[in-house]
């Protein structure tokens, strides 16, 4: 009888429509968390990073437009730094955590993701991708990252939200 | 084929043509406004009609377009931010994003300190944003209101208590100063010509262009059963095409 009912219950979910089972939009992990896990042993205090000159002009051809502020905060122990950066996917941003220990992203994290496509971002197995990646001399990552068919424009905003971390990372350690 | 029966398929064909012409010119300006904004529509991205907006009163007018009713403003220099519905503006340059509660404004420096919603936006004197700020970056919960304290430094009256931040707002820390010594933002009438030109450019930036071409393509823009129009135009487009069709036909004929 236990059986049966699970059967049918199992049945009766595989009729819901996809989406209902699989939207993505939402807070998956809040920025102060995501700060905690980046140091454990105490975030340090914010600074800030003034888009101006050289920099901005660099943002500027790692994103094809202008952030859409004046200063980007950071918060930096040694050579290890985490940023909190927004880039539009299709039409809303996707607040994104990254954290560069030694040049290198240590680890990219989907915080909030306001669309309701494209969210597959998210998972490890394609954040993943980006651990130990740098930047090359031409401001670009090195290496390839695989697409999610139905998330490109997602997958691009974190591929330039990924190059824009390491780019400013260099400029603080300077 | 005998002279009667030429006659006759003379007479049929001259009906033919007659309806023709009749059905022609009843469809013509439905026809018209049906192709050109067909066309138009085909080229949406090119003439980026769905980003520019409609600025003509009276088509504002027939969308029933208004101005909102309620707005708020303080006065920050010789600016203004104003909240206008959910719209918030630096003088008239709109501030990206949705708002609901516009706690207060003030100068300090060379930045514009904006207290709305659960954040405080950092502008500079023309209005750019330089920071959005929220929880993470300490802004208390539940602000009431914001001012300057007899040193001039900025003070927040949080849920529970009153805050601080740093020159940079980089740090929080909670003040303890007295605050009936607080010169606590006021709101501000807007002047009459910069609200008249205020309405005027939130309405204008309400209704694509490619909303009302879309409307007029399908006949809505004349009201709820305006699509009926179009329907109809459709259909005496089919009709015309046929009779045309067959006219052609007939004429072929030895």
Redesign the interface.
């Known amino acids: 009888m236990y059986r049966l009912i699970s059967l049918i219950l199992l049945a009766l979910g595989s009729l819901v429509p996809a989406p209902l089972l699989a939207d993505g939009q939402g807070e998956y992990q ?3 968390t995501f ?1 905690s896990n980046s140091f454990p042993e105490g975030v340090p ?4 990073i003034w888009l101006r000159g050289e920099v901005r002009e660099g943002v500027e051809s790692i994103l094809g437009h202008r952030y ?6 950071y918060w930096r122990k040694e050579d290890r730094s985490a940023w ?1 950066l927004e880039e539009i996917g299709k039409e809303q941003p996707i607040t994104t955590g990254i954290l560069i220990e030694a040049g290198e992203i240590e680890a990219l994290r989907v915080l909030i993701f306001r669309e309701s496509r494209g969210w597959e971002v998210k998972y490890d197995f394609f954040t993943d991708q980006f651990d130990d990646a740098r930047l090359t001399e031409d401001n670009k990552l090195d290496r390839h990252i695989d697409n999610i068919s139905g998330a490109t424009l997602s997958v691009r905003a974190l591929t330039k939200l990924a190059r824009l971390a390491l780019y400013l990372h260099q400029h603080v350690q300077q | 084929m005998s002279r009667h029966h030429r006659r006759h398929q003379r007479f049929k064909l001259k009906s033919l043509y007659v309806w023709h012409r009749y059905i022609g010119l009843s469809a013509a300006v439905f026809v018209v406004i049906l192709a050109v904004t067909g066309l138009l529509l085909n080229h949406t991205e090119r003439f980026a009609f769905d980003s520019r907006h409609v600025q003509s009163g009276w088509l504002l007018d027939w969308y029933g377009i208004q101005a909102p009713e309620t707005s708020e403003s303080f006065a920050v220099g010789e600016a203004y931010i104003t909240l206008f519905g959910k719209h918030l503006y630096h003088n008239l340059h709109e501030i990206e994003g949705d708002y609901e509660d516009l706690i207060g404004a003030l100068r300090s420096g060379e930045l514009l300190i904006v207290a709305v919603d659960q954040s405080i936006l950092l502008l500079m004197t023309d209005g750019e944003l330089v920071e959005r700020l929220g929880g993470t970056e300490g802004v208390p919960s539940g602000m009431r209101r914001i001012g300057k304290d007899a040193d001039g430094g900025i003070v927040v009256e949080g849920g529970h208590a009153f805050y601080q931040p740093d020159a940079d707002f980089i740090d929080w820390h909670h003040w303890e100063g007295d605050p009936a010594a607080v010169d606590w933002v006021k709101a501000t009438t807007l002047p009459e010509p910069l609200y008249a030109e205020l309405i005027d450019h939130y309405r204008g930036e309400v209704l694509p262009i490619e909303r009302v071409l879309l409307d007029l393509h399908s006949g809505r823009i004349f009201g709820r059963y305006g699509y009926l129009i179009m329907d109809i135009a459709a259909v005496l487009l089919i009709l015309l095409a046929l009779s045309g069709t067959l006219i052609w036909m007939k004429r072929r004929r030895p």
């Open positions: 809040s920025p102060e700060l205090e914010a600074d800030v859409p502020s004046l200063r980007i905060r909190i």
